[in-house]
């Protein structure tokens, strides 16, 4: 590693946002604060990274901010961005800004465009593993997924009652477009009898199986469907189910948005804190093209090629317990 002199760092939210996003940009402003280092926010992602829509950040502009949800800079989609033409615009406003480095707070699409800017700019990046999807490679927990596995949790149990009360069958879909990280977590933590994730091929005769065979002795059943599911979602297996059992009574409910929103979790708020600080430390160690993550609690640093490239499995653990617990 290379100790190249760090004046001033640039920071953006970019991806949909996740709840420990704001606590990540307080960690990274204070963190830079407290060794010398100023920090630019740049507003809008990419997009404004493209744009030059910058603004100075100091320790009092980040006060107040750790316990909510969202992102004080914002988020937004830069199809600029995706162009060679619109990352040699980025990169030359950071350069004009007398910007010495990066930290990108996001998920896998964040990162890639990371290191695109990287390779084609040599820019000095550090991500933050930042979605609510959990399935970005390099770190055991990314920001947002433990607050919205609790919102997805609150939400089921709600449910519960009322498919309880009238001996109903819930579909519940929640995010998860390509990992059921939250599908699999939130089923295990609400009780619910069945579980249906991109990650492992279902059919919708062996979840049929499992709700008659069940029925007999419980009222009312709860089937988590994550939004990747091959099936084609909560809406079409529901369809799927009604068809070969008419009899049953089925409701479907889709979380959708909510689970990105509202004040992040205990856990949320130290792990985003945690990365923020080891994104700057690290900056300053000469760390760089990489992404903060935490494994087996530990502080690591995961090259953006190999974050991006490889996928998380799901906890096989947890998903053998499903079965045993719903019985």
Same mark, same amino acid.
């Given at each position: 590693?290379?100790?190249?002199?760090?004046?001033?760092?640039?920071?953006?939210? !970019?991806?949909?946002?996740?709840?420990?996003?704001?606590?990540?940009?307080?960690?990274?402003?204070?963190?830079?604060?407290?060794?010398?280092?100023?920090? /630019?926010?740049?507003?809008?992602?990419?997009?404004?990274?493209?744009?030059?829509?910058?603004?100075?950040?100091?320790?009092?502009?980040? %006060?107040?901010?750790?316990?909510?949800?969202?992102?004080?800079?914002? !988020?937004?989609?830069?199809?600029?961005?995706?162009? !060679?033409? %619109?990352?040699?615009?980025?990169?030359?406003?950071?350069?004009?800004?007398?910007?010495?480095?990066?930290?990108?707070?996001?998920?896998?699409?964040?990162?890639?465009?990371?290191?695109?800017?990287?390779?084609?700019?040599?820019?000095?990046?550090?991500?933050?593993?930042?979605?609510?999807?959990?399935?970005?490679? %390099?770190?055991?927990?990314?920001?947002?997924?433990?607050?919205?596995?609790?919102?997805?949790?609150?939400?089921?149990?709600?449910?519960?009652?009322?498919?309880?009360?009238?001996?109903?069958?819930?579909?519940?879909?929640?995010?998860?477009?390509?990992?059921?990280?939250?599908?699999? #977590? /939130?089923?295990?933590?609400?009780?619910?009898?069945?579980?249906?994730?991109?990650?492992?091929?279902?059919?919708?005769?062996?979840?049929?199986?499992?709700?008659?065979?069940? !029925?007999?002795?419980?009222?009312?059943?709860?089937?988590?469907?994550?939004?990747?599911?091959?099936? %084609?979602?909560?809406?079409?297996?529901?369809?799927?189910?009604?068809?070969?059992?008419?009899?049953?009574?089925? #409701?479907?409910?889709?979380?959708?948005?909510?689970?990105?929103?509202?004040?992040?979790?205990?856990?949320?708020?130290?792990?985003?804190?945690?990365?923020?600080?080891?994104?700057?430390?690290?900056?300053?160690?000469?760390?760089?093209?990489?992404?903060?993550?935490?494994?087996?609690?530990?502080?690591?640093?995961?090259?953006?090629?190999?974050?991006?490239?490889?996928?998380?499995?799901?906890?096989?653990?947890?998903?053998?317990?499903?079965?045993?617990?719903?019985?």
């Amino acid at each position: 590693m290379i100790r190249a002199p760090l004046h001033r760092l640039a920071l953006l939210t !970019s991806g949909g946002d996740a709840p420990g996003m704001n606590a990540a940009i307080r960690a990274v402003v204070r963190t830079a604060h407290f060794n010398g280092v100023k920090v /630019t926010g740049v507003m809008d992602g990419y997009d404004g990274l493209v744009n030059g829509t910058l603004r100075e950040l100091g320790p009092r502009d980040v %006060g107040n901010i750790i316990q909510l949800g969202g992102t004080m800079l914002r !988020s937004a989609r830069s199809d600029t961005f995706r162009t !060679s033409e %619109g990352r040699a615009k980025a990169a030359k406003n950071l350069r004009d800004a007398g910007i010495d480095a990066l930290v990108t707070v996001g998920g896998n699409g964040t990162q890639s465009g990371a290191k695109a800017l990287i390779e084609e700019h040599n820019i000095r990046i550090i991500g933050i593993a930042s979605t609510i999807d959990n399935d970005l490679f %390099g770190t055991d927990r990314t920001i947002g997924f433990d607050t919205a596995c609790n919102t997805a949790m609150q939400a089921i149990d709600r449910l519960r009652d009322t498919a309880s009360s009238h001996n109903r069958i819930f579909f519940v879909e929640v995010m998860g477009r390509d990992a059921g990280f939250i599908a699999v #977590r /939130t089923a295990l933590a609400s009780g619910a009898e069945y579980v249906m994730v991109p990650e492992r091929k279902e059919s919708v005769d062996e979840l049929v199986n499992v709700l008659e065979s069940r !029925s007999k002795h419980k009222a009312g059943s709860i089937v988590i469907v994550a939004e990747g599911d091959e099936e %084609g979602g909560a809406f079409r297996i529901a369809a799927k189910v009604k068809e070969r059992c008419p009899h049953y009574d089925i #409701r479907v409910s889709v979380l959708g948005h909510l689970q990105r929103g509202g004040s992040p979790t205990v856990s949320d708020r130290v792990l985003a804190s945690r990365l923020g600080v080891a994104a700057v430390e690290g900056l300053i160690a000469g760390e760089q093209g990489c992404i903060a993550g935490i494994v087996n609690d530990d502080m690591v640093y995961t090259p953006f090629r190999n974050a991006i490239a490889k996928r998380e499995r799901n906890d096989q653990y947890l998903v053998r317990l499903l079965p045993i617990l719903a019985v």
